[in-house]
């Protein structure tokens, strides 16, 4: 059995998606090109051997220097953006010279993809029969729903499907371990990614427990006229989501066509987002915030929002006239009221002075 855990390591060590099988076991699995994995292994100063089966034959070699392998401190194997070719067996051995542990793993091609919403009415990939001696079944196997990116408010949450192939009477197989060094092509053989709306309550049961960054002055590229945000501890395997200016932006607009001033990368799940206008864009991993983007106030922006302050200024001050003469024929006609009764408290009080007292009051008009 195969369990597939989140491994959230020391902040030092990152956060990557990670593969664990029982000590002494054999395990087998399906994953996606271009997306980090840690093969784990809980022996320090492990060793690890290593044979690509696809499309080739050979032996097994001791891992020592490939590019994006890197066995960490306590055993684990750290994959960064796996290739399909690399494809194959991969083993732990103590330093005592036994073997810990024994992944096959099939890193399927992100690049082929086949991305549907179900709200959509979009379809997944039917069932086919391939031939290579005897009629084995190709179809997809999918994994659990992931998480809701949302809770509280509608969101949406997608799935993983990986190519098998069953030959009758036998076991499944992920397709290129089936496959090994026999080279065929069918359209058929790809991996999917589906996505479906979803509403939960939230909880508080964050897995993430995380301070979120904030990452200012980006800019669009002069040449391409957009930029890429990369969300941190995002992955194909975790729920993303993303908001622009506090507006959620979900895949059933952009499948359907009607956004285009976003892109959400499937072959990362979301946590990359092409962005084509400037705006305040916020990312979430597992409902939760980790970042923010914001964005440069580049000379040219300042003008032009300049140029609208002061088109709305100007707009302003020529509806004030207007304003400005009824309010004024307002102000004399209160000052004139109060000329007159002012005039006549003046009269009354010169024609008729206190008693015992002498009247010596001018009346000054203006």
């Known amino acids: 059995m195969l369990w597939l855990l989140l ?38 100063g492990a060793h690890w051997y290593y044979l690509f089966t696809r499309g080739k034959k050979g032996r097994l070699a001791r891992l020592t220097n490939i590019s994006n392998m890197e066995i960490m401190p306590e055993g684990s194997l ?11 067996l991969y083993h732990c051995w103590n330093k005592h010279g036994r073997q810990v542990v024994q992944y096959e793993i099939d890193f399927q091609d992100v690049s082929t993809l086949h991305v549907t919403h179900k709200d959509l009415g979009q379809r997944p990939l039917q069932n086919e029969t391939l031939h290579l001696g005897s009629k084995e079944l190709i179809f997809t196997r999918w994994e659990p729903w992931q998480d809701c990116n949302r809770c509280k408010e509608p969101g949406e949450r997608k799935r993983l499907g990986y190519c098998y192939i069953q030959k009758p009477l036998e076991e499944a197989m992920p397709c290129w371990l089936y496959l ?15 996505v479906e709306a979803c509403h939960v309550q939230c909880t508080n049961n964050t897995q993430l427990r995380v301070d979120y960054v904030i990452f200012d002055n980006f800019s669009l590229d002069e040449d391409t006229e957009f930029v890429w945000l990369d969300c941190p501890l995002g992955s194909m395997y975790s729920s993303v989501n993303w908001h622009a200016n506090d507006i959620p932006l979900t895949w059933e607009s952009q499948l359907s066509g009607r956004d285009f001033t976003t892109f959400l990368d499937p072959s990362t799940g979301g ?16 409902q939760e915030l980790v970042a923010q983007f914001n964005p440069a106030a580049s000379p040219e922006t300042l003008e032009a929002q300049w140029r609208e302050n002061d088109a709305q200024w100007r707009e302003a001050r020529n509806a004030l006239p207007g304003r400005a003469d009824s309010v004024l024929k307002g102000l004399k006609l209160v000052l004139l009221v109060g000329t ?27």
């Open 7 to 44: 491994n959230f390591a020391a902040p030092a060590l990152g956060f990557y998606f990670s593969i664990s099988c029982p000590s002494g076991k054999q395990c087998q699995q399906a994953l996606l090109s271009g997306n980090d994995i840690l093969l784990y292994c809980n022996s320090s």
């Open 78 to 88: 750290l994959i960064k953006d796996p290739s399909p070719s690399q494809t194959g």
């Open 180 to 194: 090994g060094e026999v080279l065929v092509w069918s359209s058929r053989l790809r991996p999917e990614l589906q």
């Open 271 to 286: 946590r990359q987002l092409r962005v084509f206008q400037l705006a305040i864009y916020k990312c979430f991993v597992q």
């Open 340 to 366: 007159v009764l002012a005039l006549l408290g003046a009269l009354l009080k010169f024609m008729h002075p206190s008693p015992g007292k002498r009247s010596k009051q001018v009346l000054l008009v203006k």
